[in-house]
């Protein structure tokens, strides 16, 4: 698994180097049953000698198991700044530094407060938000991923590896079921590799999803399954609005998802799930010690949230760990709402400020059908064709 610190040394690194020189990356990783982890990745350039990046998590390389050394496994190639990566990319994200492989694209509108792009689409501010500045939107690109569960024990701690779920199709209408390891990564957190290995990512619906094809670039191509999956479950998986804003150095990034309607009760419920980023881009150690919601619904309630921390977690952001990210859900008796609100962060010295969380609509489907059955099995609920 590669360092956290990548996306601040390496990219322009593999952008001056890659379309002349030869980048393998090799990584080591130490035993998952360890207390302390060791990740390294070093670029090894035939012109340029060796360049390291080196991240100690808890600040010990002593606990390296014995006879543990690094493994390559690919080589590098230039981050593509103009169009999209192809179903089968390899990539490390640079961020979490995890392997893992592009499954489709999703085109989404990307709301940055922090700027103001010229574009035609604007999202309103909900009632009673913070600011009041127009938000204009941008296409952006993200890839729905499988993650290689070979990493999913390093990254746990900084970015859930069960964060996709869907409503269960039964009489419970709170009841969820999770993908695991499944992801969404925006298009500038992807580092892609290359790899001659014929099953480079561990995952138990990588050959079921992608079989190798050495005459095609990159060599692995969708299966039928793949396109069946993706059509049917377009609607609770597509990724349409991205929220970003900065205060003070923290980004907080949100995407809303809608998960379907339930009825209890005699009255309607609609569920959503959101997934939010934040990541510290200064030098300052902090900490997320609260959390501050408001809920607006399209039935007129207005509901008002505080706790400690996120998902039961006060997650530290620093220079070396710079991010964290995790999933939640919300429903509301009504089709539409908005959701805005704070957070409470520490510094070192014990002096506090609050983050803003850009505001962002929950929308239902206007054509909405019942969420897929809840599986048995990871195959299970992709259809029948992963049963032969």
Known sequence: ????????????????????????????????????????????????????????????????????????????????QHGKYETGQLF????????????????????????????????????????????????????????????????????????????????????????????????????????TDQVPIQHELFERFLMFDPSK?????????????????????????????????????VIPFYMGMREAQNSHVYWWRYCIRLENLGNEVVQLRERHWRIFSLSGTLETVRGRGVVGREPVLSKEQPAFQYSSHVSLQAPSGHMWGTFRIERTDGSHFDVRIPPFSLESNKDDKSPPARPGSPQEWMGNELMS
């Open 1 to 80: 698994m590669a360092s956290c610190v990548i996306r601040r040394g390496l990219l322009s690194t593999l952008n001056k180097y890659s379309k002349t020189h030869t980048l393998s990356v090799t990584l080591f990783t130490a035993d998952p049953n360890s207390r302390h982890e060791v990740n390294r990745c070093r670029l090894q350039c035939p012109t340029r000698g060796v360049f390291n990046v080196l991240q100690q998590r808890f600040m010990s390389s002593r606990n390296r198991p014995e006879g543990k050394v690094l493994e390559t496994v690919g080589v590098f190639e230039a981050p593509k």
């Open 92 to 195: 490390l994200h640079s961020v979490f530094g995890y392997r893992g492989i592009v499954l489709f694209p999703w085109h989404a509108r990307l709301y940055d407060r922090d700027i103001t792009p010229q574009a035609s689409h604007s999202k309103p501010e909900p009632p009673g938000a913070h600011g009041s500045k127009e938000v204009k939107g941008k296409t952006h690109t993200y890839y729905q991923v499988l993650i290689d569960t070979r990493d999913c024990p390093h990254i746990s701690q900084r970015s859930q590896t069960e964060a996709v779920t869907f409503l269960a199709n039964h009489d419970d209408s709170r009841a969820l079921y999770a993908i695991p390891g499944l992801d969404y990564v925006s298009h500038e957190d992807i580092l892609p590799y290359n790899s």
């Open 217 to 253: 670039v990159p060599p692995f191509v969708p299966r039928d399954t793949l396109r069946a999956w993706q059509e049917k479950n377009h609607p609770w998986l597509e990724l349409s609005d991205v929220h970003r804003e900065t205060t003070e150095n923290i980004r907080v990034t």
